[in-house]
Nanobody, 126 residues
């Protein structure tokens, strides 16, 4: 079975940085794309960043452009999210997601992914 395990969440003051990691287990072949999503209490889950495994192409939500960077280490089956200049509005549960096979959905759409991690909490205080 496919398992995604996130780590790196925590509490940080506004302006600080965190790096999230997501490791994928259970498949011997690569994903089509990997994404980071977040969900705050009372809010819908939203796409933050996506990276396409074969090309390394990335896309970001407007709210995090210039502050967050998604990257991958395919040899380790791991994806990272470097978060800089964190704001209180970034506070949320962050989820890693994987897509195996093609999809009609965009890389930042929840429905475009078929495997999800359990999430890691990020809290940014003012």
């Amino acid at each position: 079975q496919v398992q995604l395990v996130e780590s790196g969440g925590g509490s940080v003051q506004a302006g600080g940085s965190l790096r999230l990691s997501c490791s994928v287990f259970g498949y011997t072949y690569s994903t089509n794309n990997m994404g980071w999503f977040r969900q705050a209490p009372g809010k819908e889950r939203e796409g933050v960043a996506v990276i396409y495994t074969d090309t390394g192409r990335t896309y970001y939500a407007d709210s995090v452009k210039g502050r967050f960077t998604i990257s991958q280490d395919n040899a380790k089956n791991t994806v990272y999210l470097q978060m800089n200049s964190l704001k209180p509005e970034d506070t949320a549960m962050y989820y890693c997601a994987a897509r195996y096979g093609g999809s009609w959905y965009g890389g930042l759409e929840v429905k475009g992914y078929n495997y999800w991690g359990q999430g890691t909490q990020v809290t940014v205080s003012s």
